[in-house]
């Protein structure tokens, strides 16, 4: 809701926009940012990275090719050729295919919370310069209150109605009102960097609108089904990750498969061939040990992580929903009440303005009081929004 002034009107516009700036939708800017932001598009490569890792488990090692050429005694020459090809342990290279394949699926859960992450900030930063650009509306019909009255003053002052120190403190008034403006500016100018840093973009961009209004929540699910938030699911993925290792682990300890060909000629005598198929058993293999060991604790880690996470999560969402109920109830009050009574009060003092019941100065003091509201609501709209942006990104899907 905004006050209305029939007799006061202003067509300064915040900030001051040239041909290059153009105006983007919330929507606009965070499908911007999600096409352009330098980290979406690194999670999206890790993603292709950790795909094309699925199949290389059954890289098989290369043929290892003989040519021999000796003697034996001093006097038969002998001849010997062979190949050998081994191709591993096929139960690790089930369980690592596995593992690659849980570890993919992790890259794009982080992706999409990268997304989520994202949209977040970028909401949360247009909602900030939103705030702002309806701030100053507010600060230019007040300054322009106020040098009326300044303007009156200093009439008055001249012609010896009115003492030095009224002018003096409408001076000093009109600065501190400068000074807030300069400071708006100076914020907004922040803001609007890095809304184009996470756009991406070279363009200087800014709201399409410039009245902010209350989100509302995206439903009442207060606690998610904690395995399936982009917050915990992570955290769980980690745990069957963890798993899939120790599985990977224990696999080292099957044996390995060769299979060769070998063809050996000794001089004046008729050469002999044949095929092979070996296993390789790892008897002393202590780094196995070690190794499963490790990976056992890593995943009672990651459950410990995951229950601890899990709870946090709900305290947080909580907490989060709490705020947000209170914020709506301020909200509510001033839309039903404060608002209209300061919307009133600017309407009555016109009136009394008018007809000479008050001076220009009382008029003054009874429209700050109404702007103040007004900020006081902008504020908390920020504010509530802020909550409600939080909110929709802990409980994201």
């Known amino acids: ?46 993603e292709k990275i950790a795909k094309a890792e699925v199949l290389s488990a059954w890289d098989i090692p290369a043929t290892d090719f003989r040519l021999e050429r000796g003697q034996i005694n001093y006097e038969q020459i002998d001849n010997h050729f062979s190949f050998l090809q081994s191709f591993g342990n096929i139960a690790q290279q089930i369980a690592q295919t596995s593992y690659n394949k849980q570890r993919l699926h992790l890259m794009k859960i982080y992706t999409r919370k990268k997304e989520a992450e994202i949209t977040w900030q970028v909401s949360a930063l247009y909602d900030e310069m939103t705030a702002a650009l309806q701030k100053r509306k507010l600060l230019n019909r007040e300054k322009q209150m106020l040098d009326e009255l300044k303007r009156i003053t200093q009439l008055a002052y001249d012609a010896g109605v009115s003492e030095y120190v009224d002018l003096l403190s409408i001076t000093m008034s009109s600065q501190l009102l400068e000074r807030r403006l300069m400071d708006l500016e100076a914020s907004y100018a922040e803001l609007a960097s890095q809304l184009k840093t996470y756009l991406n973009i070279q363009t200087a961009c800014k709201p399409l609108n ?42 080292a300890f099957w044996p390995g498969i060769s299979a060769g060909y070998f063809n050996q000629q000794l001089e004046h005598v008729n050469g002999f061939q044949g095929f092979f198929v070996g296993l390789s058993i790892p008897i002393l293999s202590f780094k196995n040990y070690t190794a499963v060991r490790v990976a056992s604790l890593n995943k009672m880690k990651a459950e410990n992580e995951l229950s601890f996470q899990t709870q946090k999560l709900r305290n947080d969402i909580y907490a989060l929903y709490q705020k947000i109920k209170k914020s709506e109830e301020r909200i509510s009050s001033y839309t039903s009440r404060s608002l209209p009574e300061a919307e009133n009060l600017v309407k009555q003092a016109q009136v009394q303005y008018k007809t000479g019941v008050i001076d220009f100065q009382n008029f003054y003091f009874f429209f700050n009081q109404a702007m103040q509201v007004q900020y006081a609501y902008i504020d908390e709209c920020l504010l509530h929004n802020q909550l409600v942006l939080a909110y929709s990104y802990l409980t994201a899907k």
């Open 1 to 46: 809701m905004i006050i209305l002034l029939g007799l006061f009107t202003t067509g300064l516009v915040f900030p001051q926009t040239s041909n290059d700036t153009v105006s983007f939708t919330r929507d606009k800017c965070i499908q911007i940012a999600l096409e352009n932001h330098l980290e979406m598009k690194n999670a999206i490569m890790d």
């Open 210 to 251: 410039d009245t902010l209004a209350p989100m509302r929540l995206p439903d009442d699910n207060v606690f998610p089904d904690s395995t399936q938030t982009l917050m915990i699911k992570p955290y769980y993925q980690t745990l069957l990750l963890s798993k899939k290792q120790l599985q990977t682990q224990r696999s």
